[in-house]
């Protein structure tokens, strides 16, 4: 049966013990109605929903929405069908807090994409939530929000749920503006993402995000692992991310982190890549992060990333290791390749007391980027690094890879580096002088131990009194970056711009000497 609803079903009383069980029938929105459908309005205790067709008749309402404190409250094995831009499912934090939530084996749907609505919010969920096996399929996500209305927050479960063609963040666990509590004992596990923010360029896993300016709350004992992911994040732009860790704009303070056994493929279900964004970003304020037995291909920029936020707001104790990189660094059709340098697997800033190893990294960058394996920045906040028994390769002939690992700059302190391989790349390893390094470097058919950290460039430099670097049968866009030093009959300079592959720029103007056929 069908029952089309030109007015809500409303509750304003509390409500103990009550049952909605409607197998085989259908409710259904009457076009002229543009509320919620299912209210409840006061406490709700031991309520369950399940074995409804709900069609909300693509109305920008909600479909189900408690918006007091509730606990035992089962919404299970429902159809949401049409839905629009209205959610599905929403506790809103008006008072009270939220425990033992389940939301469990819905089948939530609209016709067409492009919608970033909330799927299913539950905002202040208090203890022991489950969003387990939910299917979600063109229209928003699911959110789990901290707001001002909780105190202690722990075992979340997200596990089983399947998103496709989901704009936006597909599945966000996040703090709220001023509130700090303490968020604790997350599992986020076998979800599979296909196509997401394909439209709005985003990613599939968001924790600890805060969209507020102060008080974020600290996440804390999360595992992320056994997510599928495939396609995400929107042609032409940088910023989309598969698994975000801390957010985007403040601290986040996520601690006690394993990201693992995770596969993000960059290209979309009909095989074309349709992103420039990253893998995993683990940023801002982290502690005791462990990112290890991924596997990352056709990621636009970093298959993985590591950064601080600020002076003061390290990441910081973070292990990387047995991931599988793939043609990372890959641009979008249409889209220019990288314009500034980047890695593979990339550290950016105040970032310390991190590991790097026994990482595979295959084949990154494409031709006209300058890419590596491992990139490290200029960054002086940047310390206490060790990077051992890394495998990095390309083996596509020609190579679109700079390099196997680049420290750049002399900023970056107490980095050691051994045992890495770097075979294929179109120059050697470069190291600043506070590395302490052992490492295998291939360039073309010589196997080298560059103990100095220097690679000869190609062509010859005839210096003159200038900072401008002239150079013939040069390749100055693809063997240096910004930063590189080189030297040329004896004096050393750093490299400042680059406008072409024979002409470059340095900090000082070297001295009118001979001319130089193997400068480095």
């Known amino acids: 049966a069908t029952y089309t609803f030109n007015a809500g079903i409303v509750t304003d009383n509390t409500v103990t013990g009550l049952k909605i069980l409607c197998y085989g029938t259908t409710l259904k929105r009457g076009a002229a109605f543009a509320d919620t459908l299912i209210y409840f309005g006061q406490p709700v205790t031991n309520l369950e929903i399940a074995g409804c067709t709900i069609d909300n008749n693509a109305n920008a ?101 399947h998103f496709k063609n989901v704009n936006g963040s597909n599945l966000m666990v996040r703090g709220y503006s001023g509130t700090t509590s303490a968020v604790s004992t997350f599992l986020i596990c076998n979800n599979q993402f296909e196509d997401a923010g394909l439209v709005l360029g985003k990613g599939f896993i968001v924790v600890g995000e805060n969209p507020g300016v102060a008080g974020p709350p600290v996440f804390s004992r999360v595992i992320v692992t056994g997510n599928i992911g495939r396609g995400w994040g929107a042609t032409g732009t940088d910023n989309s991310i598969g698994i975000d860790v801390a957010g985007s704009t403040n601290a986040g303070d996520v601690q006690d982190v394993i990201i693992a056994n995770n596969i993000l493929d960059g290209r979309t279900a009909a095989g074309a890549q349709a992103l420039t964004g990253y893998g995993i970003y683990v940023r801002n304020t982290n502690a005791n992060v462990q990112v290890h037995d991924n596997i990352l ?80 920045a200029n960054d002086a906040t940047i310390a206490r690094g060790f990077l051992y028994f890394n495998d990095i390769r390309d083996s596509r002939g020609t190579s679109a890879m700079t390099r196997g690992i680049n420290v750049v700059g002399t900023n970056p302190t107490n980095l050691v580096a051994l045992g890495n391989a770097s075979i294929g790349a179109i120059n050697g390893d470069t190291f600043n002088a506070a590395v302490d390094w052992l490492n295998r470097t291939h360039n073309g058919s010589a196997l080298n131990f560059n103990g100095a950290g220097t690679t000869v460039l190609t062509g010859s ?44 720029t340095v900090d000082t103007a070297f001295t009118d000497n001979a001319n130089d056929a193997s400068p480095d």
Do not use: W
């Not at 918006?67 to 929403?90: C, K, L, P, W, Y």
């Not at 993985?304 to 793939?326: K, Y």
């Not at 049968?473 to 030297?487: A, K, M, P, Y």
């Open 461 to 504: 430099i005839d210096p003159a009194a200038s900072t401008t670097v002239t150079g013939v049968g040069t390749f100055f866009l693809t063997e240096l970056v910004i930063g590189d030093r080189i030297t040329v009959t004896g004096e050393t300079r750093t490299i400042t711009a680059i406008a072409s592959n024979t002409s470059a």
């Open 297 to 376: 291909r056709y990621v636009g920029q970093a298959g993985i990333a590591l950064a601080g936020v600020s002076a003061g707001t390290d990441t910081t104790q973070l292990n990387v290791h047995d991931n599988f990189i793939e043609l990372a660094l890959q641009s979008a059709a249409g889209v220019t390749p990288l314009p500034t340098a980047s890695g593979a697997l990339y550290v950016a800033n105040d970032v310390n007391s991190f590991v790097l190893h026994h990482n595979r990294i295959l084949n990154p960058g494409t031709a006209g980027g300058n890419s590596f394996g491992i990139y490290i």
């Open 61 to 161: 309402n909600k479909a189900i929405s408690i918006e007091h404190s509730a606990s035992d409250v089962n919404i299970h094995n429902n159809r949401f069908t049409n839905q629009g831009a209205g959610m599905a499912v929403s506790f809103t934090a008006i008072s009270g807090t939220r425990k033992r939530i389940s939301v469990l084996d819905n089948y939530i749907e609209s016709a067409t994409g492009g919608s970033n609505v909330r799927a299913i919010s539950i905002v202040d969920y208090g203890e022991d939530p489950q969003v387990n096996g939910n299917t979600i399929i063109n229209t928003g996500a699911i959110v789990l929000e901290v707001g001002s209305g909780a105190t202690s927050i722990t075992r979340v479960e997200a596990c089983g749920n």
